[in-house]
C-alpha cells in the first residue's frame, strides 16, 4: 500500500472512531436529562427566569439546554476540527479563524433551532391532537426557504463567491452548462481554501438561487478536463432535479419523525411526569424520538442518496465519455481529501451519502458509450 493510502486509512480510522462515539453520545446525554430528572431543574430554573411567559420559558429552557451540550461538544469539536485536521495537513486555518468560524456556526444554530423550536411548541399548544401535522408543515416550509436562501445568505458568511479566474477554463464550463440549459451565470468559484486542503463542488439552491459551486482548492489542483468532470457531475444533478428529489425524500422521513413524536410523547409524557407533551421539559424526549427515527431510517436514506450520486456519475461520463479522466479525478479527489478508497462495507452502507471512491472508479472502468441507452435517471 502507498504511503498516501496508509495516510488516508489511519486519518478515516480516526474519523470512523469518532463518529461511532458521537453517535453514542448525543442519545446518552439525552438519556442522562431524563433519567437524572436535570430536564425538569432546567425547566424550573427558566420559569424562575422568564416567569409564566411560555416561549420565554421555551427560550430559557433551550439556553440551559444548548449549553450543557457545549460542555461536551466543544471539545469534541476542536479536536475533529482543529487538532485532527492540522495532524494530517489539511486545514489552512489558525486557531483564532476555526474559532470565529466555530463561534458563528453556533450562534447561527441556536438562533435558528430556537425560531423553530418556539414554532413547535406554540403548534404544540394550540393543537394538542394534530400538532404534528401542523409542525411537520411549518418544518417542510422551511426547509424550502433554507434551500433557496442557504447559497445567497448563509454560505456567504462564511465563504465568498467569485467567478473562474481562467479565463479558458471559464470557456469550458461555460460551454457545458449551455449546453445542458444550465444559466451560465449560475457556475461559481467558492474560496474553501479559507479553511481546509480538501476540494468539493456542490449543487446547491432551489429556483433562481441554484448554482453550481466549485472550491478553488479543486480548481487550481485539477487539470481543465478533470474540472469538466466535477461540473458534469453537478449538472447531472441539475438536470436530474435531485435537489427536489432529496428535498421530498427528506420530508418523507420527517414526517415519519414527527408522527413518531407524537405517539411517543403521548404515550411517555404521562409516564415520565410531564405535564403534557407542551411541557418544555419533555424536550429531551421528543429529541431521543427524532433521533432514533434518524438512526433507523440513516442506512435508506443514504442509500437513496448514492443511487442519485451514481446517476450524476453517470451522467457526468454519459455527456464526456471520458471514462480515464474520470478515474483519474476520483483518484485524485481521494487523494487530497484522504478517502478511505475501500471503507468498510458495514461502513458505507450506513454512513456514506456518496458511493466509495473505489466503487466509482469501478463503475466508470465498466462504462462504455454503449451504455449510454441503458442509463436512466
Not at 441554484?210 to 480548481?219: E, G, H, P, W
Request: with cysteine; hydrophobic share 50%; aromatic share 14%.
Amino acid at each position: 500500500m502507498e504511503p498516501a493510502d496508509l495516510k488516508a486509512k489511519e486519518y478515516q480510522i480516526i474519523r470512523r472512531r469518532f463518529s461511532l462515539f458521537q453517535l453514542v453520545l448525543t442519545p446518552a446525554l439525552l438519556g442522562i436529562l431524563i433519567a437524572s430528572g436535570w430536564t425538569f431543574g432546567m425547566r424550573q430554573n427558566a420559569i424562575g427566569f422568564a416567569g409564566a411567559h411560555d416561549a420565554g420559558v421555551v427560550a430559557a429552557y433551550f439556553l440551559l439546554f444548548s449549553l450543557f451540550f457545549l460542555i461536551f461538544d466543544l471539545p469534541l469539536a476542536f479536536y475533529s476540527g482543529f487538532v485532527l485536521e492540522h495532524q494530517f495537513g489539511l486545514s489552512n486555518q489558525n486557531f483564532s479563524q476555526w474559532l470565529l468560524d466555530l463561534g458563528k456556526k453556533t450562534l447561527l444554530s441556536f438562533g435558528l433551532s430556537l425560531a423553530l423550536l418556539e414554532c413547535l411548541y406554540l403548534i404544540i399548544r394550540m393543537d394538542h391532537a394534530h400538532w404534528w401535522i401542523w409542525a411537520w408543515a411549518a418544518y417542510a416550509f422551511v426547509s424550502y426557504v433554507l434551500g433557496k436562501v442557504f447559497p445567497v445568505l448563509i454560505v456567504p458568511l462564511f465563504y465568498k463567491y467569485g467567478r473562474l479566474e481562467d479565463k479558458e477554463l471559464e470557456a469550458k464550463v461555460l460551454k457545458l452548462a449551455t449546453r445542458f440549459d444550465m444559466p451560465v451565470g449560475n457556475v461559481y468559484s467558492l474560496n474553501l481554501s479559507k479553511t481546509t486542503k480538501k476540494a468539493n463542488a456542490a449543487f446547491m439552491g432551489i429556483g433562481r438561487t441554484k448554482r453550481v459551486v466549485l472550491s478553488d482548492t479543486l480548481i487550481q489542483n485539477f487539470t481543465h478536463a478533470e474540472v469538466e468532470v466535477v461540473v458534469a457531475h453537478e449538472l447531472g444533478h441539475y438536470k436530474h432535479r435531485d435537489v427536489w428529489r432529496l428535498l421530498a425524500f427528506g420530508l418523507a422521513v420527517s414526517l415519519a419523525a414527527f408522527a413518531s413524536g407524537f405517539w411517543g410523547m403521548n404515550a411517555l409524557a404521562p409516564k415520565l411526569s410531564l405535564n403534557s407533551p407542551a411541557d418544555v421539559a419533555g424536550l429531551p424526549l421528543l429529541f431521543l424520538i427524532f433521533y432514533a427515527v434518524h438512526l433507523v431510517l440513516m442506512p435508506v436514506m443514504n442509500g437513496y442518496s448514492r443511487r442519485r450520486e451514481r446517476a450524476a456519475d453517470i451522467f457526468a461520463l454519459n455527456a464526456l465519455e471520458t471514462r480515464e479522466v474520470f478515474i483519474a479525478c476520483m483518484k485524485k479527489l481521494g487523494e487530497q481529501n484522504l478517502a478511505d478508497p475501500e471503507p468498510p462495507a458495514w461502513y458505507e452502507w450506513f454512513f456514506y451519502d456518496h458511493p466509495s471512491i473505489a466503487k466509482r472508479i469501478e463503475m466508470a472502468g465498466k462504462w462504455t458509450t454503449d451504455h449510454r441507452s441503458k442509463t436512466t435517471a
